[in-house]
């Protein structure tokens, strides 16, 4: 994977501040066109660069980035690797699609829908992370990700589309299971039926109990401890269905407030 030199990034993140502008289309930034959406915040429009490595800002003239819209980085054959910020809810359709050379990805804790098409013919696309509390793989979101061999879907994952995963395509557009390919999912979701459904190779993962966030086997102040470093922005794991004690498909203080209580009802006892 490309490492990204943290001064480079820097620079090239003030260099973009200081080039924004506007075009008969869309306001720009740097390498990103971008408009205004009614709540005020930025959609990437287009991205101009031919760069390896791509780092989309968190905001743009003080405008949060909330979406990549439809089209805004397809056909690039230099992109690599793509830092998403974690104000992205949506990945529009066919927002990377045919990135050939796209080869990791990391979507966003904050994304809830990965729209159908996004990362169609990433053909060498070989490692995916997607977050707890996405709700929308659109369909053919990854199809043609020929690289891709597994892929976890979370639990909070609500609906899946038509040959969203684990699906490739021939010249004469039949669509053919990627041969080998593997999803890891929890039983009883929306992931479990669309393998079943499909006749895909999976991977059942254990339900560890609600607040063993550390996955030890015990709910203790250990798992306490590292919901706070989690909620925190620490790089730590988590076991995100697990730190989900509501189960509201999120993350948050609110399952902090509720493994409080529940450890000092433990303790009571």
């Given at each position: 994977?490309?490492?990204?030199?943290?001064?480079?990034?820097?620079?090239?993140?003030?260099?973009?501040?200081?080039?924004?502008?506007?075009?008969?289309?869309?306001?720009?930034?740097?390498?990103?066109?971008?408009?205004?959406?009614?709540?005020?915040?930025?959609?990437?429009?287009?991205?101009?660069?031919?760069?390896?490595?791509?780092?989309?800002?968190?905001?743009?003239?003080g405008?949060?980035?909330t979406?990549l819209?439809?089209?805004?980085?397809?056909g690039?054959?230099?992109?690599?690797?793509?830092?998403?910020?974690?104000?992205?809810?949506?990945?529009?359709?066919?927002?990377?699609?045919?990135?050939?050379?796209?080869?990791?990805?990391?979507?966003?804790?904050?994304c809830?829908?990965?729209?159908?098409?996004?990362?169609?013919?990433?053909?060498?696309?070989?490692q995916?992370?997607?977050?707890?509390?996405?709700?929308?793989?659109?369909?053919?979101?990854?199809?043609?990700?020929?690289?891709?061999?597994?892929?976890?879907?979370?639990?909070?994952?609500?609906?899946?589309?038509?040959?969203?995963?684990?699906?490739?395509?021939?010249?004469?557009?039949n669509?053919?299971?990627?041969?080998?390919?593997?999803?890891?999912?929890?039983?009883?979701?929306?992931?479990?039926?669309?393998?079943?459904?499909?006749?895909?190779?999976?991977?059942?993962?254990?339900?560890?109990?609600?607040?063993?966030?550390?996955?030890?086997?015990?709910?203790?102040?250990?798992?306490?401890?590292?919901?706070?470093?989690?909620?925190?922005?620490?790089?730590?794991?988590?076991?995100?269905?697990?730190?989900?004690?509501?189960?509201?498909?999120?993350?948050?203080?609110?399952?902090y407030?509720?493994l409080?209580?529940?450890?000092?009802?433990?303790?009571?006892?």
């Amino acid at each position: 994977m490309i490492k990204l030199d943290r001064m480079t990034a820097v620079f090239a993140a003030i260099i973009m501040l200081l080039s924004c502008g506007v075009t008969a289309y869309a306001e720009t930034c740097g390498s990103f066109e971008y408009t205004v959406k009614s709540d005020g915040s930025a959609a990437i429009k287009r991205y101009t660069a031919d760069e390896v490595s791509a780092i989309i800002p968190e905001t743009i003239d003080g405008r949060p980035v909330t979406e990549l819209e439809d089209y805004s980085f397809t056909g690039n054959l230099h992109l690599k690797e793509i830092s998403i910020p974690k104000t992205v809810t949506r990945i529009g359709s066919y927002a990377f699609g045919s990135c050939y050379k796209l080869a990791s990805l990391t979507v966003p804790s904050s994304c809830k829908v990965i729209d159908s098409t996004a990362f169609m013919y990433c053909r060498e696309l070989a490692q995916v992370s997607l977050p707890y509390g996405l709700e929308t793989i659109g369909e053919n979101a990854f199809l043609g990700c020929d690289a891709l061999s597994e892929l976890t879907i979370p639990a909070s994952v609500q609906k899946i589309g038509l040959r969203a995963v684990g699906y490739t395509s021939d010249s004469l557009w039949n669509y053919i299971p990627l041969e080998g390919f593997t999803v890891k999912c929890r039983p009883k979701t929306a992931a479990a039926r669309y393998v079943l459904d499909n006749g895909l190779r999976y991977w059942f993962l254990p339900d560890p109990d609600k607040g063993d966030v550390n996955g030890d086997g015990d709910i203790n102040m250990k798992d306490y401890a590292r919901l706070q470093r989690f909620l925190n922005g620490w790089q730590v794991e988590a076991d995100e269905w697990a730190a989900d004690l509501n189960d509201d498909g999120s993350v948050n203080m609110k399952d902090y407030s509720l493994l409080q209580r529940q450890l000092n009802g433990a303790a009571g006892q």
